[in-house]
């Protein structure tokens, strides 16, 4: 329940702090005066949206703090999700700073708006005038019955249904992924079969070049080697050559050799250029020997590397590495398409496996939601009897819907009758407004016995209601209130007499530095208060003695 609440620079409010009872607390105070305030300002500590319009002083922050009893409504696990410690008194705090920045505490830590939105429901149930309208809504008629079903596994069906879904997202992106896949399948097999087939080598493309440009000048080279042989050496066959002009030369030097220091040394070289000579003229001979010219194998090498060349064009690469990693990169994806195709049949298997869980699921809550219809009709009867609807006939018909939804696989209908005879139609075709409003009173009035919600707001919920039915309303508030607490905005003096506790809220014109200003102040009525506020509501300001009177006997009664 809600147990205080300040509120600072808000709106009308410069400062105040209330402390609420529990049962019945009654507000009241002319039009215009501020008691939506109050709702705006706990609208703020479920989560509403921030806006820096509601400062009265611009130049300073805007406070909001309540404090909750929220004991026994096993509200723990939604501070665990959120990392939060939980206690049983919870205080919420929302800041607007005039930068329009917003803060949020939860038990003096500070924590998100979601937060805020997550834990909104459980604690106040905020209901005005114009939510009435949702009674004409299908979701909130579904919500209506698995409320007051006793045995709903509507829980575990939203569950199964979001695993259904996500599993259901997760196939239709695999099979598009598959779809896409196939268009490129063939080509990409294509292309990783070309390049496993031509069985390239890492170092391949500079030894083939190497062959290639030694096979292209083989002639060339062993005409060289020829020459050089003739030049140097010629076979022996004359003596005008190179080596022998040098062992001429060396007999020479070695004649005069010990004559002349330097002249041995010239000597020893000589010695070392004729041994040189004489190696590579073997060499020369070896190698020429060893060249062979083959048109054949200059064929093959030239066919390889075109073939080389052509796929290095084909992937825009300049070496075989790269040909070797787009191979392997192929082979991944292929595989990869492979492997997607077995992981479409496994979801597929958890699609149906989870579907038929999800089919047994609804069907139990369209069990559970046909008998809570029976149940709602029987509660619900009464109560509008009590508002002056002692001709009313309502029911709420489940059919099979078109496909299962996030609630189920049924279509309700809130069906409804205010008067004798006649058939019964869908609430949001027969209903006037002033029904919808006690109708949506009964429906409350019924779902909080089943509920664990601890506090619930009307404001001006009576719109529409006078004489014997807003007496009539008050009761089945005050009733309410033996279960929950309950805080009604009324204008009706026949229900703030039935509160167990009553708040005013007045506007003032106070004086400022700047000049005179409206200001909005709430607070509790002695009781001598309470009777003269009612006699105010029942007649003018000053009361008459009579509305004095009535008003009295409206609180003792």
């Known amino acids: 329940m809600l147990k205080t609440l300040h509120i600072e620079n808000y709106a009308l409010i ?42 009265a002083d611009k130049s300073r922050k805007c406070v909001v703090e309540a404090v909750f009893n929220i004991a026994g409504l096993g509200l723990e696990s939604i501070f665990a999700q959120n990392d939060a410690d939980y206690d049983d008194t919870l205080i919420l705090r929302r800041e607007i700073l005039p930068s329009a920045k917003s803060r949020s505490f939860v038990n003096d830590t500070p924590a998100t708006l979601q937060f805020l939105k997550e834990l909104g429901p459980h604690i106040v149930d905020i209901h005005s005038q114009y939510q009435t309208l949702t009674l004409t809504e299908n979701t909130f008629q579904t919500q209506l019955l698995d409320t007051l079903a006793t045995d709903s596994p509507i829980a575990e069906y ?60 083989t002639g060339t080279i062993k005409e060289a080697l020829d020459t050089v042989g003739g030049l140097c050496d010629n076979n022996g066959r004359d003596d005008d050559n190179a080596l022998s002009r040098m062992i001429a030369a060396r007999s020479q030097l070695s004649h005069v050799a010990s004559y002349h220091p330097g002249i041995e040394t010239l000597h020893q ?20 020997d060893k060249l062979q010219y083959s048109p ?13 060349y052509r796929l290095e064009k084909k992937h825009g690469v300049n070496d075989i590495g790269a040909l070797l990693a787009i191979a392997t990169q192929l082979d991944e994806q292929l595989q990869a398409a492979e492997s997607l195709d077995d992981r479409i049949r496994e979801v ?29 009709e029987s509660l619900l009867v009464p ?21 299962y ?53 009307f404001d001006e919920i009576d719109s529409g209601v006078s004489g014997d039915i807003s007496v009539a309303v008050g009761n089945i508030m005050q009733g309410m209130a033996q279960n929950m607490q309950v805080i009604a905005i009324t204008h009706l003096p026949q229900i703030a ?27 509790p009525l002695t009781p001598e208060e309470r009777i003269t506020e009612i006699a105010v509501m029942l007649s003018s300001n000053p009361p008459t003695a009579a509305a004095l009177q009535t008003a009295r006997e409206l609180i003792e009664n």
């Open 348 to 376: 597929m298997e958890e699609v149906d496996k989870v579907f038929s869980r999800l089919h047994t699921l609804a069907q139990r809550v369209t069990a559970s939601r046909k008998e809570a219809a029976r149940t709602l």
């Open 405 to 457: 939804g996030p609630w189920g696989h049924d279509t309700v209908r809130l069906l409804f009758n205010a008067n004798k005879g006649g058939a019964l139609r869908p609430v949001a075709e027969v209903a006037s407004g002033g029904e919808l409003s006690r109708l949506m009173l009964s429906i409350k009035s019924v779902i909080t016995r089943r509920s664990l919600l601890p506090t619930i707001i």
């Open 14 to 55: 410069q400062e105040t702090d209330i402390a609420f009872d529990g049962g019945f607390v009654g507000v009241t105070g002319e039009t215009g005066a501020g008691k939506s305030i109050l709702l705006g300002a706990l609208a703020l500590l479920l989560g509403q949206r921030a806006d820096t319009q509601v400062l």
């Open 497 to 523: 007499a039935k509160a167990h506790q009553h708040l005013k809220v007045a506007k003032a014109i106070e004086q400022t530095g700047d000049g005179e200003r409206t200001v909005s102040r709430i607070r």
């Open 158 to 217: 939203r569950e199964a249904y979001h695993h259904y879904s996500s599993l259901k997202h997760q196939l239709e992106q695999l099979t598009a992924q598959e779809a896409e896949n196939n268009k490129v399948a063939d080509y990409n097999r294509f292309l990783y079969d070309e390049l496993s087939n031509a069985q390239l080598h890492a170092d391949e493309q500079e030894t083939l070049e190497e062959e290639q440009r030694l096979l292209e000048h």
């Open 296 to 308: 054949e194998r200059q064929a093959t090498v030239s066919e390889r590397l075109d073939l080389i």
């Open 269 to 288: 070289r000589m010695e070392s250029a004729v041994i040189e000579l004489q190696d590579i003229l073997a060499e020369c001979e070896a190698l020429n």
């Open 383 to 403: 109560v509008l009897a009590q508002l002056g609807m002692a001709q009313a006939r309502i029911c709420a018909e489940v059919t099979p819907a078109a496909d």
